[in-house]
C-alpha cells in the first residue's frame, strides 16, 4: 500500500470531507466513481505521485466523509469539491462515471478550476433508454428491505452494467451470485476497507446524480475550460453517445479513446475490477496535466 496522508475538510453544509493525499508538485483532484471509495484510485495516483500532489475524496455516504444529508443533488457535489479545492490549492480535477459528471459541473461554476479530464462521464444525451434512471424507485425499495444482493441486481440490469445475457438469467441466480461475492469480500476486508455491502447504497444517489444531470449536455457548450475527454472501447454503450456529444459540444476538448478498456479502466485492479489498467490511463493524464497552461 502507498503510504498516504489523511485530511479533513468541512463543505458548505457543514459535511466533512476526508481525503487521501500523496506525492509532491502541483495538485490534482481525482475524484472516483460508482461503488467505489477513495481506495480505488489508489494505483492511478501512484502512478502521478512523482510529478503530482494527488488528493483523493471520499465521495458523500463512504469511508471517510459524512452522509449525504438533506437536498443531495450536483450542487452538494459541486460544494464538496470546493472546499478540497480551496484548502488544497489544486486547480485540476478528474473525474470517473457519474463523478464526472461532478467535474464538468464544477468547471462551469467554479473559476478556479483550470484543466478537467473524465473518464466516461455518466451523461445522458436526448434520447436517452428512460429504463437508465426508471429502477432507481425498485432499488430504494429493495435497500430500505434491507434486500442488498437484489437492489445491486436492480441497478447492474438497469444501468446495463453487464452483457445483454444477464437480462434472461433468473433474479434469484444473479441475486445469488451476489451475495456469494460480497459474503467473500466481507470475510478478507480490513476494518477501514469500504466494501460492496457498504457501498451498496450509495447507488441509489449516483442513480439520482444521473437522472438530475440528463439532458443538459447544452449547458457545458460555452465551457473554455480545456476538457480530456477519455473512455474505453469496451466501455460502457450508452455512453459512448455521450463522449461523442461533449466531443462536439465543448469549445475546448481533446478524446482519447483505449483499445481494450472497459468502464473500469482508471480505477484500481481488483478482484471486482479486472479490467483495471491505471498505468494506461495515468500516461495521458500526466501529459494533459502537465501542458503549459493557457490564459483563457
Do not use: C
Not at 124 to 146: A, H, M, P, S, T
Not at 149 to 156: D, F
Request: aromatic share 8%; glycine share 12%; hydrophobic share 40%.
Amino acid at each position: 500500500m502507498t503510504d498516504f496522508e489523511t485530511h479533513f475538510v468541512t463543505s458548505h453544509d457543514g459535511t466533512r470531507v476526508g481525503y487521501r493525499q500523496l506525492g509532491q508538485g502541483p495538485g490534482i483532484v481525482l475524484l472516483h466513481g460508482s461503488m467505489e471509495s477513495a481506495q480505488n484510485h489508489m494505483q492511478l495516483a501512484s502512478a502521478l505521485a512523482d510529478r503530482f500532489t494527488v488528493y483523493l475524496p471520499d465521495r458523500r455516504g463512504r469511508g471517510m466523509t459524512g452522509p449525504y444529508g438533506d437536498g443531495y443533488g450536483i450542487a452538494r457535489e459541486v460544494e464538496d469539491l470546493r472546499a478540497v479545492l480551496t484548502a488544497t490549492g489544486a486547480r485540476d480535477v478528474f473525474g470517473v462515471s457519474a463523478s464526472g459528471l461532478v467535474a464538468l459541473q464544477a468547471a462551469v461554476s467554479l473559476p478556479e478550476i483550470e484543466r478537467v479530464a473524465v473518464y466516461e462521464p455518466a451523461l445522458l444525451v436526448d434520447g436517452y433508454d428512460q429504463g437508465l434512471v426508471d429502477w432507481i424507485d425498485r432499488f430504494d425499495r429493495e435497500i430500505g428491505d434491507g434486500d442488498v444482493s437484489a437492489a445491486m441486481v436492480t441497478s447492474m440490469i438497469g444501468l446495463k452494467l453487464g452483457p445483454a445475457m444477464l437480462n434472461y438469467l433468473p433474479r434469484w441466480l444473479l441475486e445469488g451470485f451476489t451475495n456469494l461475492a460480497m459474503k467473500s469480500e466481507d470475510k478478507s476486508a480490513g476494518p477501514d476497507d469500504v466494501t460492496m455491502r457498504k457501498l451498496a447504497p450509495t447507488i441509489g444517489y449516483e442513480g439520482r446524480l444521473i437522472r438530475e444531470m440528463a439532458g443538459t449536455l447544452h449547458t457545458f457548450q460555452d465551457l473554455t475550460t480545456p476538457v480530456l475527454l477519455l473512455g474505453g472501447s469496451k466501455g460502457l454503450e450508452f455512453l459512448k453517445p455521450s463522449l461523442d456529444a461533449l466531443e462536439q459540444t465543448l469549445p475546448n476538448a481533446t478524446r482519447i479513446e483505449f483499445a481494450g478498456l472497459d468502464h473500469g479502466g482508471s480505477s484500481d485492479v481488483t478482484k471486482a475490477n479486472a479490467g483495471g489498467k491505471p498505468e494506461v490511463v495515468a500516461p495521458e493524464l500526466r501529459r494533459f496535466f502537465s501542458a503549459v497552461r493557457v490564459e483563457r
